[in-house]
Each structure stands twice: as C-alpha cells, then as structure tokens.
C-alpha cells in the first residue's frame, strides 16, 4: 500500500437544509484506516484524500499492522472497523497503542445497533462512529480527535 498526498480543493457536500457546507474538518495529517468493505474503505480513502489527508489503507487488522510498523512515525491518527476477517480493529489497535499509546483513533461499525454489541462498546469505552456514516461525520471525528492532541 502507499500513500498519496492530495492538494484536491475541499469537499463540499449539501446540507439537509439545502445549503452547501465546506469541509472545514479537512487537514494534512496521515490517517491509517482498516475496513474489510472495499466500497466503504474506497469511498473513505476519497474523501480523506479529497480534504488533503495522507491515507494508508488497510483491509483487516493485519495488514493495518503491517502499515503501521513500516510507516509509525508518519501516522497521525487510527480509524478501524471494530469487525473484520484475520484480525478485528479492536485487537490490532490494542497492538499498536502498546507501541504509540495516545495515538488518537476511533472506530467504525455497523454492529452499534445491536444491544449486546452497543453494551460491549460501551464497556470497553470505544470511540465509535456508527456505519453507514455521512462523508461530513468522518472528517468532522477525526478533526475533533486530532485537534484534541
């Protein structure tokens, strides 16, 4: 996998309310993302990039962590999909916190719905942002997490 830097003016999407907003929630850092979905991982990987991020895409937690052991120093924030063939983000995550702990990230699901798995997030304190998401939810997590830091 490799990164590409975007310099794409930013995204702009429409409101519910009709009007047009700009994706002030954009930036420059390297983002790592995992998700099994390839739409899903391909359509974040465009709007990432659309904002200007770098993204390392990976499509389980294995290969996650094979990106982030060669580029560590260049990844700024995390964002996994909790459930994923091989090796799920919660596991891998816990891997890669051992090794960079702060590293601010978040998760993806489709499975927050459910109640045992909503009481799992929640007991286990997981930043989650509910799958399907709008383009404007992801670039408006990560600016929050990354600007927490």
């Known amino acids: ?7 794409a003016p930013p995204l702009v999407v429409s409101a519910p309310s009709g009007r047009v907003e700009s994706a002030a929630e954009g ?4 983002i790592l ?3 099994d979905d390839a739409a899903l991982r391909t359509l974040a990987e465009h709007t990432l990039r659309a904002a200007g991020y770098t993204v390392l895409a990976a499509k389980d937690g294995e290969e996650a962590l094979r990106l982030f052991e060669k580029r560590a120093d260049e990844i700024d924030m995390a964002v996994f999909d909790v459930v994923m063939p091989r090796m799920g983000g919660v596991e891998a995550m816990e891997t890669i916190l051992k090794r960079r702990p702060g590293l601010p990230h978040f998760f993806v699901s489709g499975y927050i719905g459910r109640e ?3 009481r799992f ?7 989650i942002l509910d799958k ?12 929050e997490k990354l600007d927490r830091q």
């Open 116 to 118: 045992a798995y909503a």
């Open 132 to 143: 399907p998401y709008p383009a404007q939810a992801l670039l408006r997590k990560i600016r």
């Open 33 to 35: 993302i995992a998700e």
């Open 1 to 7: 996998m490799k990164a590409e830097k975007n310099n």
């Open 27 to 30: 930036g420059s850092e390297t």
């Open 121 to 127: 997030a929640k007991e286990k304190h997981l930043p």
